[in-house]
């Protein structure tokens, strides 16, 4: 299991044990050091005291780590075993199981407990001593409160359901199919589950609403659904050959519950609870909260949105607009849908956001063809557009070091001056630098401010590098230079450009890429037969559509 797949599952494992969402730094602190043999790793829990766990140590940095979250989670396992067997024996409970075989080898339909909102881990049931009698689960005593938390306490859970040991005789099938369930005939009780659910809760449920657990029964599938959008209702169904047909039974028992219990139940309010108020005197004035001054030349960039504000995006389009088209007679107007008036991921017609694969939709829509005829435009002379998507020949992934050209001397044997931009954690700044003997000049930057000194992260510049901070690809003369670089580069390398973090067409993508090049050029940051690099996992002009891996080189004499 490798690194990330740990610390996901300590992050989740953590949300259940907290009861909300895990806050790296404040909740998790991963730490490690170098030793003589390697690293060691610290993994140090402030939310739960500070408990710290110490994995074994490593000729690698990840290996380490890795130690130390495994370690971590697998305390938790133990601890979280030992309860379960506590409580077990606690029950007191002896479930029997009879030789003779009978209709239904487990009980289905409601099961009378309410599940923890944790999700269950479905594993192999356990052995049970075989004896006479086939019952169903027993009602048990209710746990303590600290194992449901809060609300849960009152509702007792009984026993799950029970599986033969190995090598007990498998009770006969039953001599007629399992009920029908009372949905209409040819309905797909999947669906008829997600409807009826809409009706009783108010919305369309998610995937973490309704939960099919599967086990093996014998030979055969059985599921218990559980419905965490129904304070964790949970139904066993029918054991069947196959796992659909078992998760489809399951649906159905719930489907008749809900039916005959739920009929009439009006929508239940799940907004999310709002964080207690202070009152305030009745003369207080409120004042609204103070906004940070914009810098001069400084690019609002917004790292959690997929859209952009309508104001600034109507902006944008507007001048693309009046710089590519002209007004025209309704006549010259040959193909409303031509990519004339398609440009950075925009139509400058209706100025909506649109991708280049809803292009069709969008210009054949009667909102375009209103605004078209109403103000009939055409390309400007002189302007011209390039196919979104032209035919090109790419070039294996193995081949994409050779054509980035970092670690290959010139006629002189001097390797090339490489300024890389926009890094976050400057792991590809790294990955070129090991391709290139020391001494090598290599200035890696990033457009997010410096971090705190006293964190607990890997800083570039504990080994001795320096890397800048706050630079800006599309002003690089007040960002970068302005910091104390001088000259020019042979190669200006901007590995995933991308407005925002979010994948959603934005016209600012556009004009970042636009803005870019020409601050290269402009501000001589390019020497003369120098390159321009863009790694993309993209097609070349269809810059927003995910493809295969490939890397664009530009010359300074044809930028």
């Known amino acids: 299991?490798?690194?990330?797949?740990?610390?996901?599952?300590?992050?989740?494992?953590?949300?259940?044990?907290?009861?909300?969402?895990?806050?790296?730094?404040?909740?998790?602190?991963?730490?490690t050091e170098p030793i003589s043999t390697g690293f060691v790793c610290h993994v140090v829990l402030p939310c739960l005291g500070g408990i710290s766990f110490e994995g074994q140590s490593a000729k690698l940095e990840q290996d380490a780590m890795t130690n130390a979250v495994r370690l971590c989670l697998e305390s938790f396992c133990t601890a979280a075993e030992a309860a379960g067997s506590a409580m077990q024996a606690a029950r007191k409970q002896v479930v029997t199981i009879e030789d003779e075989p009978q209709e239904e080898p487990l009980p289905t339909g409601r099961q009378g407990w309410a599940a923890p909102k944790v999700k269950p881990k479905v594993k192999a049931m356990p052995k049970i001593a075989k004896a006479k009698a086939w019952p169903t689960a027993p009602a048990?005593?209710?746990?303590?409160?600290?194992?449901?938390?809060?609300?849960?306490?009152?509702?007792?859970?009984?026993?799950?359901?029970?599986?033969?040991?190995?090598g007990t005789a498998r009770p006969a099938p039953p001599p007629t199919p399992p009920p029908e369930t009372s949905a209409p005939a040819g309905?797909?009780?999947?669906?008829?589950?997600?409807?009826?659910?809409?009706?009783?809760?108010?919305?369309?449920?998610?995937?973490?609403?309704?939960?099919?657990?599967?086990?093996?029964v014998g030979g055969d599938h059985q599921c218990i659904l559980i419905l965490n959008c129904l304070e964790g209702r949970a139904f066993a169904g029918y054991p069947l050959s196959t796992r659909k047909d078992a998760e489809l039974s399951a649906a159905s028992v719930a489907i008749d519950w809900l039916q005959e219990n739920l009929p009439?139940?009006?929508?239940?309010?799940?907004?999310?609870?709002?964080?207690?108020?202070?009152?305030?005197?009745?003369?207080?004035?409120?004042?609204?909260?103070?906004?940070?001054?914009?810098?001069?030349?400084?690019?609002?960039?917004?790292?959690?949105?997929?859209?952009?504000?309508?104001?600034?995006?109507?902006?944008?389009?507007?001048?693309?607009?009046?710089a590519r088209l002209e007004p025209c007679e309704?006549?010259?107007?040959?193909?409303?849908?031509?990519?004339?008036?398609?440009?950075?991921?925009?139509?400058?017609?209706?100025?909506?956001?649109?991708?280049?694969?809803?292009?069709?939709?969008?210009?054949?829509?009667?909102?375009?063809?209103?605004?078209?005829?109403?103000?009939?435009m055409k390309l400007r002379a002189g302007i011209e557009r390039p196919l979104p998507a032209p035919s090109c020949e790419l070039l294996d992934s193995s081949r994409f070091v050779e054509t980035g050209g970092w670690s290959q001397p010139d006629?002189?044997?001097?390797?090339?001056?490489?300024?890389?931009?926009?890094?976050?954690?400057?792991?590809?700044?790294?990955?070129?630098a090991q391709l290139r003997p020391a001494g090598s000049v290599l200035v890696a930057?990033?457009?997010?401010?410096?971090?705190?000194?006293?964190?607990?992260?890997?800083?570039?510049?504990?080994?001795?590098?320096?890397?800048?901070?706050?630079?800006?690809?599309?002003?690089?003369?007040?960002?970068?230079?302005?910091?104390?670089?001088?000259g020019s580069f042979h190669t200006v390398v901007f590995p995933f450009p991308r407005y925002s973090l979010s994948r959603a067409p934005n016209p600012n993508n556009s004009r970042l890429l636009r803005d870019f090049f020409i601050s290269v050029i402009r501000d001589g940051i390019l020497l003369d037969?120098?390159?321009?690099?863009?790694?993309?996992?993209?097609?070349?002009?269809?810059?927003?559509?995910?493809?295969?891996?490939?890397?664009?080189v530009h010359s300074s004499a044809s930028s």
């Open 140 to 166: 048990a005593s209710p746990p303590s409160k600290a194992f449901y938390g809060k609300g849960e306490a009152e509702q007792a859970r009984p026993m799950p359901p029970t599986v033969p040991p190995p």
């Open 330 to 376: 309704l006549s010259d107007i040959q193909d409303p849908a031509s990519l004339e008036y398609y440009f950075g991921q925009a139509c400058l017609i209706c100025g909506a956001i649109v991708s280049i694969k809803g292009w069709d939709a969008h210009a054949s829509g009667k909102k375009h063809l209103q605004r078209l005829q109403a103000q009939p």
């Open 264 to 322: 009439n139940q009006p929508p239940t309010s799940r907004k999310r609870p709002q964080p207690p108020t202070m009152a305030l005197p009745v003369d207080a004035e409120v004042q609204p909260p103070a906004k940070r001054a914009k810098k001069e030349n400084e690019v609002d960039r917004t790292l959690s949105s997929g859209s952009i504000q309508s104001q600034e995006g109507a902006e944008i389009i507007s001048e693309w607009r009046d």
């Open 411 to 432: 006629e002189f044997g001097e390797y090339p001056t490489v300024l890389t931009l926009g890094e976050m954690d400057y792991s590809f700044s790294l990955a070129v």
């Open 529 to 552: 037969g120098g390159y321009i690099q863009i790694s993309r996992v993209a097609l070349p002009m269809d810059f927003y559509q995910d493809g295969g891996y490939i890397q664009l």
């Open 445 to 486: 930057t990033s457009y997010l401010a410096e971090h705190d000194p006293n964190e607990v992260e890997v800083h570039p510049s504990d080994d001795g590098q320096r890397v800048l901070h706050s630079v800006d690809a599309t002003n690089l003369a007040g960002t970068l230079q302005s910091q104390g670089v001088e």
């Open 1 to 31: 299991m490798d690194l990330d797949t740990l610390v996901s599952g300590l992050f989740d494992t953590l949300g259940r044990l907290l009861f909300r969402e895990v806050v790296e730094e404040d909740d998790i602190v991963i730490a």
């Open 187 to 216: 309905s797909e009780p999947k669906v008829l589950l997600h409807t009826l659910l809409t009706k009783i809760t108010g919305q369309s449920p998610m995937k973490a609403d309704v939960e099919y657990c599967n086990s093996l």
